[in-house]
Structures are given as C-alpha cells and as structure tokens.
C-alpha cells in the first residue's frame, strides 16, 4: 500500500497549501497513475492539469488502476479515465510496449549526460591531462547526435527505468576504424553487464546505418555509448560516430500523454499511427504535423524532411550535369545538359545562367568485352571476347575467354552499378553521374551525406586462383577536395555487414588502387561512399577492373596449361609449378612460382641465404646460414617460432597514449610466417580475423571503461611483412635499394662481427602510394653472448621502428644470433714438461666465446717429454769429484806460485828489468810441476854454477817460471 499512502499524503499536503485557489472544473483535471509499488500495483487518481491555477478540495476515492505489466500496442496510448487503448492523434505516434523514442536532436533530450576526458595513465608514467577535452563532448545535429571528432575520449549515458522486461534499440552510424565505438550497460549498482550484447565494440558500417538491440529485464539500467579514437599519421581528425534513432521499451509511465509529437520535416495522419512519415520534395512541416505543406515551386524548394521551404538561389554551372543519349546506328550520341533534381536554382533568375546546348558527338567505345551493335553495346557470348571496337572472336583452341569486368568507358551507368545516398537529406538520388571518360559524383551541396556507387556481382566469382585468391579488382580514382572529403571502399559478402577495405582523405591524384578478392560468396558487392566536406568536392574513377567474375565479359583470351574441365574452363598450373612445353612441371630448384598461371611464366630465383619451400611457392630459411662475405655459418634455430616486441608508449596530438606491439617470424615457417597479429575486441559479432605473416603489428590502446578501469585494446592489426627476399652479411657502409645504409644500428665497440640481416617485404596494393616498392623490414641479427634472453631493439631515432612507414629496423640481440664455433675461435696452451709429462688445454681466444655450436673445445691432453733438469743433474753430478779435484790441483798451484813470488820479492825487493816478454818454448813447456820444482831447488843448492852461466838467481826463476 506504500503507492496509496505516498498519493493521500500529497494530496493532503496540495489542499493544505493552496487554499486560495479556486476549485478546478472536471476539465481542468486529468488522471494520472502512482507508481508501481513492490507488487506490481497501481492507483489510478485526479489531479489538477495545472496545480498552480487550481486545486482539487475533495478528493476522489482512490481505485486500482491497470496492472504495470499492462501494454498498449504501437500507435496507441492508454487512456487512463477509461483504462482502454486508444489510437494516436494525428501529428502524433507511439511506439507501444510503454516505450520511448529519442528521434529529435535539436536539443540533447531529457535523460541523457555526455562527458569527455584525456586519459591518465599513472601504469606507463602519464599523470597530468595536458589537454583539456571539455569542449569534445557529444552534440545533437537535428537529425543525429554526434560524437567528436579528435581523440579524446567522450561518453553518452542515458538512466533507464524497465518496470517490465523490454528492450534497447539504436541506429548508428560508424565509419572510422581508428575511432573505437564501446556500448556497455551497467546496473543500478554501477556494475558492467558483461554479455556480448551488453558489453561490445561495434564494427564499422560503413556509409549505411546499422542497428543495435539488446533485451533487458526489469530494472535500473545506465546506458553509456563511449568512442575513443586515435590520431596516427598525422591525421587532423577521425569520421565521428552518428547515432539517429534510441528506443527503450518496458519503461514505466505513470500520465496518459504517451504520444509524442512528430518532429518538424515529418508528419502522422493515423495511417501509421506507430510512426511518423517524412515530408517529401518540395514540402515542409512543423512540429506535430498532421500533413506536409507544399512549397511555391516557382520561387522555392525544400528536401525531404524539411522544417521549412527556402528561396531559390540564381542557376550557376554548379546545378546541372551532361548527359549522354544511347548511341545510334551512325554512332553518335547526343550530349545534352540536365538541372540536379530536385531542381534548387531559379532559372529565371536575371543573374542565372543558361544550360549550354546539346550536340552530337561521337560515341566513346565500347568497353572490354562487349561489341558495337546498331543500338548499343551488346556482351560477347561465353567463350569469345572483344577489344570493344570490333566484334567478338572465338578464343582459339586450348585457350579460354579472360572473363571480368572491363569499365573503361562511361556512357552511361553499368547495368552492374548503382547510386544512392546514405540519408533522405540527399537532393537527388543522381549522385554519380557517367561523363564518358569517368564517372563522378554530382555537384552542389549533399550536405553530411555519402554519395554511394555499388557493384553488384549477384553470382560473385568463378574458382579460387591459387590457395587464397579469387581475382582481382582494380580502379583508376581522383579526388580534389577544398579540405577533407572522404572517399570509403568497402566489400560486402551476401547479408553481412559491410567491411572498410581502405579510407583516403583529403585530395588525392589520379592514382590505381588494387585489392586482391579472397572471399567469395553469391550477392557479393563492392561499394564506393564519397563525403563531400565543401560545395565544390568530387570523387572521379576513370576505370574499373574485375578479374575472374562470374557472368562476366572477356576482353582477351589466356592460355591453357594442360586441359579443361567438366565447365570448360582451363585448369591453370598449380602454385609452384611452370608451363614447360605445354606440360606444368615443378619450378627448379630454389626458384618458385606462387601464382596459378596459364602461361609459361618464368619461375623466379631465390636470393642470396634462402631457399624455395617444398611447394615452390615461397623463398624460405631453415635457420642456417653461410655468409659468403665471413665464411662464418649460423644456426637460427633456436630462437623462437615468434616473437613480439612492444614500442615505447607514444602520445598523439590530444595526449592519447598507445603503442605498437610488433610480432616476428624468422625462419623455418615455410616462407610464410607464423607470426599472428588480431584485434581483441570481445564482441561476438566481430568478424575482424587475425594477420599471418612474417612481421605484423598491432596498435595497443588503454581505453577508460567502468569504475576507473582501463581495457587494452588491441586494434589495427596489419601486416608488416609476408615473404623473406635474403640474407645478407654486409658492411653497415654499404646500401641497399632504398638508398639506406643496410645497418641502421652502430656496431659494439668490441665487436668485429657484422650484423646477419633479415630483409622482408609487403607488397601492400593498400599502400603504393606511400610505399611505391613496398613495405621493407630489416631483422639485424647480432650476437651478443652475454644476452641470456632474446632481446629485441629498436633505433631511437624512430621509436615506432619506423621514421617513414615503409622501412622498418629491429636489432635482435641473442646469443643464437653468433657463428657456429669453428677451430679458428680456440687456441691451445701447452704447460711445462713435469715428470716427463706436459699438459695441453684448450680456451677460447674470447670470452665469453662469440660463437656458439658447431665445434666445441678439444678435451685436455697428455703428452710426453724429456725432463731437461733431471738429465742436467745425471750428467753433472759425476763431473762433481773430477772439478773438486781440479780446483784442489789449481788451488795447490796457486800457492806454490804465490809463495815462490813473495820470496823473490822480499829477497832481492824488486823485479829485474825483463828484456824480453817472450819466453822459450822450452821453458814454457814443463811436463810437470813436479819437476820444476825439483830443478828449482837444484838450482838453489848450485848457485855457483848458475852464476857461471851468467843468470843471476832471480832472474833464472824468474824465466823459468814464465812471469
């Protein structure tokens, strides 16, 4: 009972405080319901229409009203004097099941609260907010709300009351993968509802719209629509996500005006009570509308869904368009000019000008495929072709018809293709417009719209062309804009939702686009959508392409390899495979061929350091390596299958933080890598799949979701590389094709090795126009033994690995990365000879040894030896007695003679004069001491005789002794 005490309560309290108004006449009143008490229960009671104008003395009996669950269907209201369903009013709709439609976006409607924000990222060193995101908020646009369009991070919420089971429904808008679109519900206690339809990351739907729902249950619920979005490549600002139409049913109403008014621009004429109809052409309506009023033609005009007609601006050449009449028997066509329907200029105007006048001109050419007939150009039958100039050939034996669509000329739109406009706001449904040497888009003013061209391929493809191909499509395109038009290219398979293959902006030159068509699938369709940021702005494409179509038109003939099938259509050489005098035979070795061909293409070469794979389709490492520059041989096997390598956190313009995250392949992958790269967004919906390659790359965004939280989310992923040219050893003086020095990372100061350098490539069609040869990866490869992990580098002067988007540089530093040791890294020390025995060891001439593998340190050694002190010792030890008696003989000598001379000396006090030095040979020839001393003593005891002989004592010793 609490809904009836709550209703007595302020009644009472309304009689108490109003007594000086007047009593309200039954007109003046309404009905109106309490709320829901716990039960379901409700209380039906009158109240004044105006409680400050009257007021209601006597209050009425309070009675049961109808239950909370009960519903009125679409176009209806519950009226609750009477409790019955009732229709609409005209100007009026309802969408029933007690819910709510936010339609109109002239103003932000009751409920809803946006807010904005920069991140803080305290986990990478980011506290502050340098930038202030107040003013990159959502904002209405009539038909619309919008979200910004910079990076910072914006939030729409909306409180939601379900007093029954019911359910959310957008429409939405969504062309941008940079900016990141996150719808999540919480419940009345602030916790994420974390379902897939709950909690998601919405694909992008191109130029159309696309629809949202999701159930809910009774409750409280906190809607939140978030984008946050990333400025890269200088990028000015991202496509913002539009969101049109928000419906929740199962909320609770306690009054009867469940009807709402129609927006100015449409109207409700209980027809469709449910909804309301736009005005068409030429007509306009306010708020509330039961029919549309029409504008004076003759002075005025309006789009569909206007609010107002508005006066007709004088004629220029900027409102009408050539045409082009079928061509006749003689050829010729006639060339007239056409006003823009709906007609917006006033050609009375004395300031407008005037249509130039029609002529004939000669009709362009037929295109590729098709041949001239007295009326128009007609397709040639299956199995023939033509040039377009000339009738259709047969295609000579064992060749067959090269069919696809060849649009080259554009006399008028092609039965294949057709344009419309993204919203009824468009001026005409006449927005490409065939020009005989183009198509374009028309001129004026298409407001925010995207001028759509479709091609249709109702039966899509023939067979697959080699393991992932299906054909080609290309297409010849310029856009010249004032400021930032947008031109989306977009493919869609049968039902599904459309994927953005490439977005260009701003100007763009008159360049070729390719995209090679790997999915197949029947109602296949490829879609062109052009915004136009100024009045002036055109999208041109002077030809289209499509290889291998079904139902298609040959506009030549290609050779068969072997034979044809059961279709009669050629059965190409497989992938790896050459044609070689009509016979397809295996590529030699190291060459390949990864292409189904019908010809005798050449098989191309594997470069320096790489093989083919088994197939021949692929040049491929096995992980080893020999460096004709060194002589050195490396082993790579023992790095990882793959590995990842995070760059430094960047910031964009509006303080956005992100980073790449960058995974490589090296080897033994079979040429084609197994390094993997994917989005994680958690949607189930999602049909983004992930990247194989070689070198892929990932952009990682912290994006701020409930309770202060932050989701990493992984996005963008694109290959980097898909294929390895060589492998090269080089002096970091030396270049290579891209006028780069081939090591961009200076060398150790130690180290007398060159780097092993990995070159890849991505031949990326998405990207000719930034990298005319491609994407180029350089893995260096450099030994470092004292690496315990594999690490990975990356030169700071391009901290995202890359200064220009084409070449990229990684510095892997490993101690797989050194030679295989060989014998030319150790030396050998041989010890000293010790009992007979020396020792041999074996050490590196570094250390740590900057190699590994190959060839490992010889075990110690033995040898024997002659131990030179101990044959010394043999061979002195019996000289010992033989020189002691010879020092004791000359010891004996020497005082003999030292004696003798002292007694000469003290017995005569000096030496006679000599007159001789020389002595006799007699003398000095003694056959021993012994005797000599013997006749010297004779002498002494005969001193008379010596006399006689005329000597003298002294002088006799003197000679005989031979001093």
């Not at 220029?316 to 056409?338: L, T």
């Not at 050609?347 to 009709?363: A, N, V």
């Amino acid at each position: 009972m609490f809904g009836f005490e709550r209703i007595t309560l302020l009644t009472l309290t309304l009689l108490h405080t109003s007594e000086a108004l007047k009593e309200c006449l039954k007109e003046e009143t309404t009905y109106s319901y309490t709320t829901c008490d716990l039960q379901g229960n409700r209380w039906r009671v009158r109240v004044p229409k105006n409680s400050s104008q009257c007021q209601i003395e006597k209050a009425e009996v309070l009675t049961k009203g109808k239950d909370c669950g009960f519903e009125c269907g679409a176009g209806q209201f519950l009226n609750i004097e009477r409790e019955t369903c009732e229709s609409c009013p005209n100007g009026t709709f309802s969408v029933g099941e007690n819910g709510v439609r936010f339609y109109d976006w002239s103003v932000l409607p009751p409920g809803f609260t946006y807010s904005a924000e920069s991140l803080t990222l305290s986990d990478f060193g980011y506290e502050t907010k340098v930038k202030d995101c107040s003013e990159s908020t959502w904002h209405p646009a009539g038909n619309y709300i919008i979200s910004n369009t910079d990076d910072c991070a914006s939030k729409l919420s909306y409180l939601a009351q379900l007093k029954t089971d019911g359910k959310i429904s957008f429409e939405y808008q969504h062309t941008d993968s940079d900016m990141l679109f996150h719808f999540y519900i919480q419940n009345k206690q602030c916790k994420t509802l974390h379902d897939p339809a709950s909690f998601v990351f919405l694909n992008t739907t191109g130029a159309k719209w696309g629809t949202w729902e999701d159930s809910l249950p009774r409750g409280t619920y906190l809607l939140h629509w978030s984008v946050n979005g990333i400025l890269l490549d200088n990028n000015p600002s991202l496509n913002p996500v539009k969101i049109s139409v928000v419906q929740i049913t199962g909320v609770e109403s306690t009054t009867e005006e469940t009807c709402r008014p129609c927006r100015p621009g449409f109207y409700s004429s209980g027809e469709r009570p449910d909804k309301c109809l736009m005005c068409p052409v030429d007509t306009w309506s306010g708020a509330g509308a039961d029919h549309c009023e029409p504008c004076d033609v003759t002075k005025q005009y309006s789009l569909p869904g206007s609010r107002k007609c508005v006066d007709k601006p004088p004629c220029s050449e900027k409102n009408y368009f050539v045409s082009h009449s079928a061509c006749d028997e003689n050829k010729k066509m006639n060339e007239s000019y056409k006003w823009v329907q709906p007609q917006t200029c006033l050609p009375q105007h004395p300031h407008s000008i005037h249509l130039p006048k029609s002529s004939y001109k000669t009709c362009a050419p037929c295109n590729p495929g098709l041949y001239p007939s007295k009326e128009d150009c007609k397709p040639c039958p299956f199995d023939e072709y033509s040039s377009g100039t000339k009738a259709c050939e047969k295609c000579p034996a064992n060749t067959e018809a090269n069919v696809g669509l060849w649009y080259v000329w554009w006399n008028e739109l092609p039965a294949t293709m057709e344009s419309s406009c993204s919203d009824f706001t468009c001026p005409s449904e006449q927005v490409w417009i065939a020009d005989k040497e183009y198509i374009q888009t028309v001129k004026g003013n298409t407001h925010d719209n995207f001028l759509i061209l479709i091609l249709m391929l109702p039966s899509g493809f023939r067979k697959l062309l080699g393991d992932r191909m299906y054909g080609q499509l290309k297409f010849e395109f310029e856009l010249e804009c004032k400021k930032d038009c947008k031109l989306i290219f977009m493919k869609n398979l049968g039902n599904e939702d459309k994927d953005i293959i490439r977005l260009w902006s701003g100007s763009q030159k008159r360049q070729l686009f390719t995209f090679d068509v790997t999915t197949n699938s029947p109602d296949m369709s490829f879609t062109w959508a052009f915004r136009k940021d100024n009045y002036d702005d055109y999208a041109r494409i002077y030809s289209l392409k499509v290889t291998n179509v079904a139902d298609g038109v040959a506009d030549g003939c290609t050779t068969c390899s072997l034979q044809k099938d059961e279709d009669n259509e050629c059965i190409p050489c497989p992938p790896g495979h050459h044609l070689v005098d009509g016979v397809c035979t295996t590529c030699p070795p190291n060459t390949i061929l990864d292409e189904y061909t019908y010809n005798s293409k050449s098989c191309v070469a594997c470069k320096d350091g790489t093989r083919s794979n088994k197939e021949h389709t692929r040049c491929e490492s096995d992980c080893v390596f020999h460096s004709s520059t060194t002589g050195r041989s490396y082993n790579f096997s023992k790095v990882p299958a793959y590995i990842s390598v995070s760059t430094r956190p960047g910031f964009s313009s509006k303080s956005r933080m992100y980073n790449y995250i960058f995974n490589i392949s090296l080897c033994n992958n079979e040429g084609y890598g197994v390094a993997k790269c994917s989005d994680n967004l958690t949607s189930s919906y999602s049909n983004n799949g992930p990247v194989l390659g070689m070198v892929c790359r990932s952009t990682r965004l912290p994006v701020p979701s409930i309770a202060d939280k932050e989701v990493e989310v992984l996005s963008q992923s694109t290959l980097i590389a898909d294929e390895l040219v060589e492998i090269n050893q080089r002096n970091c003086n030396e270049t290579n094709h891209y006028n780069t020095t081939i090591n961009s990372f200076h060398k150790d100061l130690d180290d007398d090795l060159d780097d092993v350098i990995f070159h890849m490539r991505y031949n990326d069609d998405n990207f000719l126009y930034r990298c005319p040869d491609g994407k180029h990866v350089y893995i260096h490869m450099r030994c470092d033994p004292l690496s315990t992990t594999e690490h990975i580098v990356i030169d700071s002067e391009c901290p995202d690995a890359t200064c220009d988007g084409c070449k990229f540089d990684f510095l892997w530093r490993s101690i797989n990365a050194c030679p295989l040791c060989t014998h030319d890294d150790y030396e050998s020390v041989t010890s000293s000879c010790t009992n007979d025995v020396k020792k041999v060891k074996h050490i590196w001439k570094h250390y740590p040894p900057k190699c590994q593998g190959g060839v490992n340190l010889p075990k110690d050694t033995q040898d024997h030896c002659v131990d030179a002190v101990r044959v010394t010792i043999l061979i002195i030890l019996p000289c010992i007695p033989i020189m002691a008696i010879l020092i004791l003989v000359m010891y004996r000598k020497n005082r003999n003679i030292e004696y003798k001379y002292h007694k000469l000396v003290l017995k005569s006090g000096q030496l006679p004069p000599s007159d001789s030095c020389a002595l006799n040979e007699s003398d000095s020839d003694r056959s021993n001491d012994e005797e000599y001393d013997r006749i010297i003593f004779q002498r002494k005891k005969s001193k008379s005789k010596a006399k006689a002989n005329g000597f003298s004592d002294s002088t006799q010793l003197l000679a005989t002794d031979g001093v």
